[in-house]
């Protein structure tokens, strides 16, 4: 293996063989190349749909009210429901089993304003568990407390980027923004990984909002999360009795299914889940195809190599070469040429992927990747069959009689 | 030097079997320099291709320089054709992407000797073969005569015993063919054992011995006169 004398005779076979030697490193750069790039955008697709949900906690029911499509209990159909401060207490006290948190929301666009600089921003009354529920990151000061919901305070959490477009510089804890006409103090400022449009929130306690709108005790809508151990089973089960408890508390139609919304979370992601695991099965499926073929690919060269050398194989033989050697120089190239080209497309592969990061986000790929076992498993599998490839049709050159060899054509 | 006794050969033809070679009995002695002759099927070039080891007698006894050549496994029989044997080829089989230095020097690396050594003797023979100057060109830069002239130099590298060349002329016009000859004639003086299978009479006529071959028998061994090729005279 070491010799450095066969080394010579297979660099010069190589260096003047070159058409030969591209063909075989070509096949096998580029499938090792087109598995990478295949498995890591697969991956990048998983990406996409983790992110869609990495934002928000997955252990929540979203509860919307709607317009009821069925008469009932003396009802008219197309009443709109509303829920009341007293819902929230209720599902709370009716569920504290599964129950970790519960926070309404009202959502307001409003023109906010500081020291002459001002924007319509969009403002939330949510409760303190609100914070979990969206995974809102403190960046400075605090989120909402119990005691600004009890006490009705006049206090606002900012986003990021409300912070830099109104305050610049400034830090804006403890300073008073104008929210319509009313001065409230920003306790904190926070980031959300969902992007731009979360950071232009502005959160305030859901009964101040309420106050501001003559103290009324209407909400929006609010989001339930439950204790994440109590499983996916007792999770739906507890979606379908908080929706039949509303109904009932509704008055709906426990049969009409507009009255109440309610998105559950959990379910969703599992959907998805199950989507993308098809999709990981899929690009696994193609990959291990293209190296198939990439291994049919070098089978074929090398089997077409061998038969061109037939001849050159036989004057080695009448000069003295053994069956040993002759295999051992072709395999030896073999490798040496799977091996480069495989670690050069591999190389090469990654390097791409590296390269797109988030280029491809509108196609749902961002940041494609491969893990480094992987890549080097399927090399080291190309690399392999290249070898074997490369050994039968050599062990069959080496054992055809020189005479064979070297008949005219 | 070489001692072949009762040498039979058959090649299967689906259920039927060719005998090519029917009971050969040759001795040869060191330095001589002989034509094998016969025309085509008429076993000449299987009975050098047996003595060349490049194909395994069916029946027979067969003694190169005292040792019995029987039952080779491939590797020895590699070993022996390379310490033993030179070969000329009819179409020269020089590998086309080494050069003729390195042609030379091909079968000096499966004698296992190192590099230096290698390149050192490759020059010598083919300086010997008049091609010096040449020893960079590829096979395809060379002439008919000039090509066959380094396969001789490649033969004639590894110091064999015995040099075999089938129709070493076959594709050569005739005054190349006289340059190869005039060569071929020189080693021998040199003190080499030279086999040439060949089918024309002029070519059998340079050499000092003449087999004729037909339908794989021995028809006639006789010695003959040596028409000493004088390539100046041309």
Not at chain 1, 76 to 96: H, M, T, W, Y
Not at chain 2, 141 to 150: A, D, I
Not at chain 2, 180 to 198: D, F, R, Y
Request: proline fraction near 2%.
């Amino acid at each position: 293996m070491f010799n450095r004398d066969r080394w010579q005779e297979i660099f010069q076979t190589i260096r003047k063989n070159r058409l030969r030697t591209f063909l075989s490193g070509f096949t096998v750069a580029l499938g090792i190349f087109i598995f990478i790039v295949l498995f890591g955008f697969g991956n990048g697709l998983k990406n996409s749909f983790e992110q869609f949900f990495l934002d928000d906690a997955t252990n929540t029911l979203w509860v919307y009210p709607g317009l009821t499509s069925k008469p009932y209990r003396g009802y008219k159909a197309n009443r709109r429901i509303e829920f009341e401060n007293n819902d929230l207490k209720a599902v709370k006290d009716n569920f504290n089993f599964f129950l970790e948190g519960i926070t309404p929301r009202i959502s307001r666009n409003i023109t906010v304003s500081y020291k002459g600089e001002s924007d319509n921003y969009q403002t939330r009354g949510v409760a303190p568990s609100h914070q979990y529920v969206e995974k809102t990151i403190m960046m400075k000061g605090r989120f909402l407390h119990q005691n600004d919901i009890e006490y009705q305070k006049k206090v606002v959490v900012i986003g990021r980027l409300v912070a830099e477009d109104l305050f610049k510089d400034e830090n804006p804890i403890g300073k008073f923004l104008e929210l319509g006409s009313s001065a409230f103090k920003v306790i904190g400022v926070f980031q959300d990984q969902s992007g731009d449009r979360e950071e232009r929130l502005i959160y305030m306690p859901y009964t101040t909002r309420q106050l501001l709108e003559k103290n009324s005790d209407k909400i929006d809508n609010f989001i339930v999360s439950f204790r994440p151990e109590i499983g996916y089973a007792s999770a739906m089960a507890f979606e379908r009795q908080l929706r039949l408890f509303l109904k009932e508390r509704k008055s709906i139609d426990p049969r009409d299914n507009n009255g109440i919304r309610i998105r559950n979370v959990a379910d969703q992601l599992k959907q998805n889940q199950k989507f993308a695991r098809v999709l990981q099965i899929i690009v696994t499926f193609v990959g291990l195809g293209t190296l198939i073929a990439g291994i049919i690919g070098i089978s074929n060269i090398m089997v077409f190599v061998v038969k061109e050398r037939t001849k050159e194989l036989g004057v080695r033989k009448a000069l003295g070469a053994t069956p040993k050697s002759v295999i051992a120089m072709v395999l030896q190239e073999s490798i040496f040429i799977t091996t480069l080209s495989g670690i050069f497309g591999m190389l090469s592969g990654i390097a791409l992927l590296t390269n797109i990061q988030d280029q491809l986000e509108r196609f749902f790929i961002i940041d494609p990747y491969i893990d480094t076992l992987t890549a080097t498993l399927a090399t080291l599998l190309l690399i392999l069959f290249g070898g074997i490839a490369g050994y039968i049709p050599a062990k069959r050159a080496a054992s055809i009689k020189p005479i064979v060899a070297l008949r005219d054509e | 030097m070489i001692s072949i006794k009762n040498l039979n050969k058959s090649y299967k033809m689906g259920d039927s079997s060719l005998h090519v070679l029917k009971g050969i009995d040759l001795q040869v002695e060191e330095g001589e320099l002989i034509a094998i002759m016969g025309s085509s099927g008429s076993g000449k070039s299987t009975l050098l291709n047996i003595l060349g080891m490049l194909d395994l007698a069916d029946e027979g006894e067969y003694r190169l320089d005292n040792v019995l050549i029987k039952d080779l496994t491939e590797t020895t029989a590699a070993n022996y054709r390379n310490q033993f044997l030179g070969f000329v080829f009819q179409s020269f089989n020089l590998i086309n992407y080494k050069n003729a230095l390195e042609n030379v020097a091909l079968p000096l690396y499966y004698q296992g000797l190192g590099r230096k050594i290698r390149q050192q003797k490759a020059l010598e023979y083919l300086e010997k073969v008049g091609l010096k100057e040449w020893a960079t060109h590829l096979p395809s830069e060379l002439s008919g005569g000039q090509k066959q002239r380094v396969a001789i130099a490649r033969a004639m590298a590894s110091q064999p015993k015995v040099l075999l060349a089938d129709e070493p002329t076959g594709a050569l016009d005739s005054k190349t063919s006289n340059e190869v000859m005039a060569l071929i004639q020189k080693i021998n003086q040199e003190g080499k054992t030279i086999l040439v299978v060949t089918h024309e009479l002029d070519i059998a006529h340079m050499c000092k011995r003449i087999v004729t071959l037909k339908d794989g028998v021995i028809v006639e061994d006789k010695k003959v006169d040596q028409i000493t090729v004088d390539t100046n005279v041309q």
